[in-house]
């Protein structure tokens, strides 16, 4: 059963530590990208890899950092230097031509106290 | 600036009625758009995907239409029903913008019985 997955669900942080979002697929796709959605917000860019061993900053990279070692997995690394770091985390994949759909995973919801 | 706007307050109707959700767009002319579901908790859903050549696309109850001159998408759902109740959200890639989608804050729609 093809899908992204996304863990954990939940996750609890304190303030000042780094965090790492899981994020694999068995899709297949080429590229992957790393969006972050806050209440009454829309999606926003915050890093993608259109092929292995290479990704581009979003629209709000600061305070993140990912890596691409495989094509099955994008993890997502949450660092102190993020200002506001509570949010819901959705990763997504596509084969790559510019009108393909995204297909999401359900998301990690991070809490930073 | 390019902007993609979705109106941020709820859309409450009655069951078999038909729901009609609006997105424009400005300072922009996209090649394509596309729609996607979201519920509570989850990943976004892509629903359908409409070219600026077509004027009108259909998938079961679900109808686009994209009119390049007002700059306007429609999403409609025909005879609705409770299960239609979530988030809908447009989405498009700007001008020079790779594969990169960007999304509006999405609408909410709640079917009443």
């Known amino acids: 059963d093809g899908g992204i997955t996304q863990s954990p669900k939940y996750l609890f942080r304190k303030e000042g530590q780094n965090v790492t979002l899981s994020c694999e697929q068995n899709l297949n796709h080429d590229a992957m990208y790393w969006y972050r959605q806050d209440p009454g917000q829309g999606l926003r860019l915050i890093y993608y890899s259109q092929i292995v061993n290479d990704f581009q900053k979003g629209d709000i990279a600061e305070g993140y950092s990912v890596s691409r070692e495989k094509k099955e997995s994008f993890p997502l690394t949450v660092t102190s230097a993020q200002k506001n770091p509570t949010a819901f985390y959705l990763c997504?994949?596509?084969?790559?031509?510019?009108?393909?759909?995204?297909?999401f995973g359900n998301g990690t919801r991070l809490t930073v106290t | 600036s390019q902007k993609i706007e979705q109106n941020s307050e709820a859309l409450n109707i009655q069951e078999g009625k038909t729901a009609t959700l609006t997105c424009n767009y400005t300072n922009y002319s996209p090649a394509y758009l596309q729609w996607y579901r979201q519920d509570p908790g989850r990943g976004p859903v892509f629903l359908l995907l409409i070219r600026e050549n077509e004027k009108e696309k259909r998938k079961e109850r679900l109808k686009v239409t994209f009119d390049t001159t007002l700059k306007q998408s429609l999403f409609h759902i025909t005879a609705s029903q409770p299960a239609d109740s979530a988030t809908y959200l447009c989405a498009f890639i700007l001008t020079g913008g790779g594969n990169k989608l960007t999304f509006g804050t999405g609408t909410q729609l709640k079917v009443e019985l």
């Open positions: 997504a994949s596509t084969q790559g031509q510019d009108n393909s759909p995204l297909h």
